[in-house]
Structures are given as C-alpha cells and as structure tokens.
C-alpha cells in the first residue's frame, strides 16, 4: 500500500495484536477498520468521539486517496478545541493520521469506567518506531 499523504509504500507493524501501516517518509499512520477500536481499549479508553465536516479542507487533503481503495477521503474534524482533521475513507476502510494526530485523537477520548489510569498512546507505540538498542549497551 502506499502513503495516502507522500506516496510512499507503507510499512506494516504490529504491537498487542494491533496491526498498523506506517509511513517512513511523512511520519503518517493508517489504520483499517476497527483497529483503532482496538487501539482505544489498549490505551484504556472509549471508541466513541463526534466528528464534524469540517468548514473548509486544504487542498492537498482533499486529493488525498484511500490505500485500500483508493476513492478519495472524507476529512472530518474531531469535535475538540483546536480541532484535528482526520482523513477517513469514503467507504469505511478505515483512518488516516498525520504525524501528531494520533496521540491528540487518542487523548480526546474518554478514559473507560473503572479502569487504572489511561496509557499514553506514544508509550503502547513506542516500542515499535524506537531504534533497537546496541548490542554493547545491552549488557
């Protein structure tokens, strides 16, 4: 697949069962259908958030094609101050985050009732985009 946003090829990783595609070039993150329910209950929080169309798209956005279908995205804006516009696909494949947008996504959703404290999304992320430790270090 590639980058809805630069065009290049997106690279699949996985952490805690979760599978998202990554881009190396723009920093940008997709995730299919689902998965970012997924990723709510990992971090200890609701799916559930309001979006909006928002009132004007730049350019570049609106050009913007799904990886999996490639029919042009819906941006929508996430109903918090300032808000975050998100790309989705017109036909449900799933979500698109440019670099940033996901851990403000993330915080803007509601903790889960009884649970501990809520998991920083870059901390249940990190492992996977952090560089491998060297070998000397390790010991």
Excluded: N, Y
């Amino acid at each position: 697949m590639k980058c809805p946003a630069c065009r290049e090829p997106l690279v699949v990783v996985e952490r805690e069962g979760i599978e998202v595609d990554w881009c190396a070039g723009c920093g940008g993150l997709w995730f299919d259908a689902g998965e970012i329910e997924l990723l709510a209950v990992a971090t200890g929080r609701e799916a559930g958030l309001a979006f909006s169309p928002p009132a004007g798209s730049a350019p570049e956005a609106a050009q913007r094609r799904c990886p999996r279908c490639a029919r042009r995205m819906e941006e929508r804006a996430l109903a918090q101050e300032p808000p975050v516009l998100l790309d989705f696909c017109a036909s449900g494949h799933g979500i698109w985050f440019d670099r940033g947008e996901l851990g403000a996504f993330v915080q803007a959703l509601p903790r889960l009732p009884g649970e501990g404290p809520a998991r920083d999304v870059a901390g249940f992320l990190g492992e996977v985009f952090r560089a491998p430790t060297p070998p000397a270090e390790r010991a």
